[in-house]
């Protein structure tokens, strides 16, 4: 069949291959161009070809292309799309539409797709010579990931105000929960919606990302219920969430004083006395103690948290008898003629007075807080309002401080190693995923040994995500200090106070107001 005819060639079809008969040389290549839209079915596949008949006149058929169909299908290999691209010019098409969509619809049936198909497009929308969808797939829907609450801590935090008759100092130390009581849960993760591909297959919803909860086996237990696993506490005690597990401690009340009637205390789990602690008594515990008894601790012989934190509601008048001891932190209303110790922070309401304070951090928080005489130790950080008195009386205030440099390099380690473990357990979570379908697929259980063996190396990556996360606060809390080392007065300090930060010194001559802190072997003042 002769597709084009002119004064200088033909150009001829047969079953689709395009031949050119050249009778006249004078038509260039780019002229050919023309040729082409008019009829945008060619496709040249010979250019070389083409161009050298075109220039040298042959007489005789040459074979330089083929010749697309009007309608051409194209399947995405997914089978989430078809479209169709419409190779003829303009005014051919608009003279054979409906039978070009007649065609459209043909081929559809003859490749069965039967979902999506986009009838809007192919009455009203279709175009010549352009690649145009006209079938859809319904992708599968983006599962819920699983979603999981805890009972919540108190924030570590002493609420105080002067309201002009009275001061107020008061915290939530402890969290006292009993036996059944709810601790947290997971709702479950769901699967998206099903979607399907224009063929008419299913395709299975993705699934939603699991979480694992995490919680102390020896004192939480499971309850399954229809969509979620929900944490209870196994018997009564002191809520505790360390290294992001929760648990529940062991948890001794007592609604009395300790004194005559109790004797000392010695327990391996959290303490809270609604009352004090008599003169020369002593209280010892594993964790947590909470002394909640308005009138404080006079000349007890030793308040000792071994791991935990201590807060005296009522303040310390120690008559210089009483020690307090923390490995975490200890919170007070007021410290007077005492010996107080802590590991992290020592966090006084109201003023010290006489008072021995040693820890990493020491700060009084009231606006009108006082610190007067005695001798202040921290490690990092010293924040107090008013130092000494207008009688001058001694204070000694001393920062051991640090090595920026080191601390540093430590912090910068620690987030290399961090980075490391938390690509490893992303590796280790997407190796859980597909075991999860395997299983599925395959009707097997999470109880699978080879699984449980993923579970287990998860779980200890997690945990000691969780250690690292724990060091890195503690030392960017070291790194919020000024300097190497940081005396702040917000108030005033009264002269006879002595400073010592690192190795440097200085005795405060006149009322001072301000920070000083150690760099570069000088103390510096801002």
């Not at 000392?264 to 020369?280: A, K, L, Q, R, S």
């Not at 040994?449 to 969780?466: A, F, G, P, R, W």
Request: charged residues 30%.
């Amino acid at each position: 069949m002769i597709l084009v005819q002119n004064e200088y060639f033909s150009i001829i079809e047969e079953n689709q291959i395009l031949f050119i008969q050249v009778v006249r040389s004078g038509f260039s290549i780019r002229d050919f161009q023309i040729i082409m839209e008019k009829y945008p079915a060619i496709v040249i596949t010979k250019f070389l070809v083409l161009k050298q008949a075109l220039e040298h006149v042959a007489n005789e058929k040459i074979e330089f292309g083929n010749l697309k169909p009007p309608v051409e299908l194209y399947i995405s290999p997914d089978n989430l799309e078809a479209k169709v691209s419409i190779n003829l010019d303009k005014e051919t098409y608009a003279a054979t539409k409906e039978a070009i969509k007649e065609e459209i619809l043909k081929q559809l049936r003859e490749n069965k797709i039967v979902h999506g198909i986009l009838y809007d497009v192919i009455n009203k929308e279709l175009t010549a010579q352009k690649n145009i969808i006209v079938a859809k797939g319904t992708l599968p829907g983006e599962g819920t990931d699983a979603r999981i609450i805890y009972l919540e801590l108190s924030d570590m935090k002493p609420n105080l105000h002067d309201d002009g008759r009275t001061n107020y100092y008061d915290m939530n130390l402890v969290r006292h929960v009993h036996k059944g009581d709810w601790l947290g849960e997971k709702v479950f993760a769901k699967l998206g919606a099903d979607g399907m591909n224009i063929k008419g297959e299913v395709l299975p919803g993705k699934p939603g990302k699991d979480k694992n909860l995490r919680f102390e086996q020896s004192s939480v237990e499971t309850i399954e219920k229809e969509n979620k696993t929900v944490l209870i506490a196994k018997f009564d005690g002191a809520l505790q969430i360390k290294e992001g597990k929760i648990g529940v401690i062991n948890h001794l009340m007592i609604s009395k004083n300790v004194g005559t009637e109790t004797g000392n205390i010695e327990f391996d789990g959290y303490v809270t006395i609604e009352g004090t602690v008599e003169d020369g008594f002593s209280v010892t515990a594993k964790h947590d103690i909470s002394i909640l008894g308005s009138i404080g601790v006079g000349a007890a012989e030793k308040i000792y948290s071994k791991l935990g934190n201590v807060y005296i509601k009522g303040g310390v008048s120690g008559k210089g008898k009483c020690i307090v001891e923390a490995g975490g932190s200890v919170f007070l209303k007021y410290a007077n003629a005492c010996a107080i110790k802590a590991q992290d922070t020592i966090d006084i309401g109201y003023y010290a007075l006489d008072s021995d304070l040693s820890a990493d951090s020491i700060l009084v928080q009231a606006k009108n807080g006082r610190t007067i005489g005695g001798t202040i130790r921290a490690k990092n950080k010293v924040s107090l309002r008013m130092v000494g008195n207008i009688y001058e009386k001694e204070t000694y205030i001393n920062v051991a401080g640090f090595d920026r440099k080191a601390i540093k390099k430590q912090l910068d380690e620690l987030l290399l190693t961090y980075k490391e473990l938390v690509i490893k357990a992303e590796r280790n979570e997407r190796e859980l995923k597909v075991y999860e379908m395997t299983l599925v697929q395959f009707g097997r259980t999470k109880s699978d040994e080879d699984y449980m063996s993923y579970q287990k190396i998860h779980q200890e990556l997690v945990d000691e995500i969780y250690k690292l996360e724990e060091e890195r606060k503690a030392l960017l809390k070291i790194l919020s200090s000024k300097g190497e080392g940081e005396v702040t007065i917000y108030d005033k300090a009264y002269p006879r106070t002595l400073l010592q930060i690192k190795n440097l010194q200085k005795r405060l001559t006149q009322v001072t107001t301000g920070t000083f802190y150690a760099q570069d072997n000088r103390l510096m003042f801002d």
